[in-house]
């Protein structure tokens, strides 16, 4: 019998949402809910309206919120295996995304930046160091490909595209933070594709393929499963491509 091996029970796979009161984030809840399926023992969701809340207004909500999610990794014994950031902004009280330059306007913009960029920014900076040291665990930002600069060929959408732009720029600096503290760790953009939710409804055209959100999670769920650790720091879209920056 080697007495150095630990008797303790392997830690627990957990998961997280934030932003899950959206479409997107709330299919995601529902999909990693189901027992047996991802490899994932339990999933927490966390948002705006959640207990406790996250406001991307008041860093100290991000704080408490990640010592919360510490704190029922430690009653549960488990760990943080997969983190999912679902949160954006595209329209709303703030303003609509631009058409031409003559429309920029700086309200808007900081609102976009803020819930794009600054917001899963701060999640980096509370939540990453929850992910374990060793072995597998992969943190996915929903991004947007209208933020690839190498796609632009359309234009117009300056604050959401250069919002989304800045946020794979954190994804792939923070990957390589993340890589020195565990290679097993992946840190990726995605880019879930047309789904059916508030965020894309005024702008689904006809003709436009419009996916359900149960359907666009379930995608991402698999292209995470999939990746590789050399992966890590890139733009994938919901069929696993990855796309250009
Ligand atoms: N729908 C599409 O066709 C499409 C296409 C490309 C990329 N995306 C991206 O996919 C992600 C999910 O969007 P969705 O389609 O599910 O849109 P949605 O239903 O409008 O959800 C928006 C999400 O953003 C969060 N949010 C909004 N305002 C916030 C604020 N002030 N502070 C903190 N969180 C805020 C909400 O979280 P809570 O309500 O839980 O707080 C919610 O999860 C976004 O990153 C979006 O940019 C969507």
Same mark, same amino acid.
């Given at each position: ?8 029970? =392997?830690?627990? !796979?957990?998961a997280l949402v934030i932003g899950a009161?959206?479409?997107l984030g709330?299919?995601l809840v529902?999909a990693l809910?189901? *027992?047996?399926?991802? &490899?994932?023992?339990?999933v927490l969701a966390l948002? /705006?309206?959640?207990? =406790? ?5 008041? %860093? ?5 919120? #990640?010592?919360?999610?510490?704190? $029922?990794?430690?009653? +549960? ?5 997969l983190l999912i950031v679902a949160s &954006? ?6 303003? $609509? !995304? +631009? /058409? ?6 700086? %309200?808007?913009?900081? +609102? ?6 600054? &917001? !899963?920014?701060?999640v980096?900076?509370?939540f ?10 992969v943190a996915g930002f929903v991004?947007?490909?209208? @933020? ?31 890589? /020195? /503290? ?6 990726v953009?995605l880019?879930p @594709? ?7 409804? *005024?702008?689904?055209?006809? &003709? ?5 959100? %149960?359907?666009?999670a379930? +995608?991402l769920l698999?292209?995470l #499963?999939?990746?590789? *650790? ?13 796309? =250009?920056?």
């Amino acid at each position: 019998m080697n007495v150095n091996a630990s008797t303790a029970a =392997p830690a627990k !796979p957990l998961a997280l949402v934030i932003g899950a009161g959206g479409g997107l984030g709330a299919a995601l809840v529902q999909a990693l809910s189901i *027992p047996g399926e991802h &490899g994932i023992d339990r999933v927490l969701a966390l948002g /705006r309206s959640t207990q =406790p809340a996250i406001d991307y207004s008041d %860093e100290a909500s991000l704080e408490n919120a #990640a010592a919360w999610v510490a704190a $029922q990794c430690d009653a +549960e014994g488990a760990e943080l295996r997969l983190l999912i950031v679902a949160s &954006g902004f595209l329209h709303g009280a703030a303003g $609509q !995304p +631009e /058409r031409s330059w003559a429309q920029l306007d700086a %309200e808007y913009l900081s +609102e976009v930046f803020r819930i794009n960029a600054i &917001g !899963p920014a701060l999640v980096m900076k509370h939540f990453l160091p929850l992910l374990p040291r060793q072995g597998r665990c992969v943190a996915g930002f929903v991004s947007a490909k209208v @933020g690839s600069i190498g796609d632009n060929a359309l234009g117009g959408w300056y604050g959401y595209r250069a919002a989304k732009a800045a946020l794979n720029q954190l994804v792939k600096t923070a990957a390589i933070e993340l890589k /020195r /503290r565990n290679p097993q760790a992946l840190c990726v953009a995605l880019h879930p @594709g047309t789904v059916d939710t508030a965020l894309s409804k *005024p702008f689904a055209k006809a &003709g436009l393929k419009l996916r359900p959100p %149960e359907v666009a999670a379930k +995608e991402l769920l698999a292209v995470l #499963a999939g990746l590789e *650790p050399q992966q890590s720091g890139t733009l994938v879209d919901y069929q696993g491509n990855t796309l =250009p920056w």
